[in-house]
């Protein structure tokens, strides 16, 4: 069994304080010594044997806190990744206040999308991490060049929007999202979005997604009645490449996570009949290893998954 450990980490990001800092949670394969100074500080050092090791940044859902996603960020870093995910307290829309990876409103908008990413945050974050790099535990731990960027709900939305401003990224993957734009910002109803990326792609959703059927009225459709906004995406958002659509019968929106029942719009789901997240984590995995190592192993792997009921689509 891999050990995994965790340190914490502040960078700046846009806005104007105390909404303007994101607070990052950095999980990595450890060894322990078993010295005073591990037992004293918690602190592990990195293990040497994979290092440097591929960066995935997780972009959490709004007002999903990053700790729901632990259970899905440890998976992943048990297969040779150091997994960052963050909360970052800012304006929402209508001026609330929540966790949010931040949203660049005008750059979604129909005079500007393209131009820049809808996510100012993801280039604060690693810039952060580059920094991170720099010092102990980690020094010379994260491999800068070999990056994916992950997200859930709105988290992967901004990252499709986003993910091809930022040379280093080589894979994106997400949970429940899609690249439909609201009509409030200006947009025809049931318009999708070209996604912004150059890399391949990993789209999750499960067939029991309420919270995607419940946002219907934000994209001028009816819920009852229109088609899933995830394979819309897939099929007419994305280029050409190695894309990946993973359907999980009986998953809900909150899948691959631990809904906080105070907070998001959890309420809104529909039953989680099935596991999502072991096995859409065991995917990822072999996705991120194929296309950030380039294993020859994890090629196989890939173009040979099977994993419980998954249905993959391949475009």
Known sequence: MTLIRSLWWSVRTDGAAPFDTAHLKVYYPAISSGDDAERLSGVFAPDPAGAPYPVVVFVSGVNVGQDAYRRFAVALAENGFVVVTFDRVAELFGGQRGITPGVDLDAARPDAYGTRPTCPAIGAVLDGLAELNELPPLRGALDADRVALGGHSAGGTVVLQSARY??????????????????????????????????????????????????????????????????????????????????????????????????????????????????????????????????????????????????????
């Open 166 to 315: 930022f040379p280093s990224v080589r894979a994106v993957f997400a949970w429940g999202a899609h690249t439909m734009v609201a009509t409030m910002l200006g947009w025809d109803p049931g318009t999708v979005l070209p996604a912004q990326v150059s890399c391949p792609v990993l789209l999750g959703v499960g067939t029991n997604d309420g919270v995607i059927q419940g946002s219907a009225d934000r994209y001028g459709e009816d819920g009852r009645d229109r088609p899933d906004p995830v394979r819309r995406t897939f099929e007419e958002a994305l280029p050409e490449g190695d894309n990946l659509l993973a359907i999980i019968p009986g998953a809900n929106h909150f899948g691959i996570a631990d809904p906080d029942p105070t907070a998001a719009r959890a309420f809104l789901d529909g039953p989680n009949e099935a596991d999502a997240l072991a096995p859409f984590a065991g995917l990822t995995a072999v996705f991120l290893r194929t296309h950030l190592t380039g294993e020859a192993a994890a090629k196989t792997a890939l173009a040979e998954f099977h994993a419980g009921d998954i249905r993959l689509s391949r475009r």
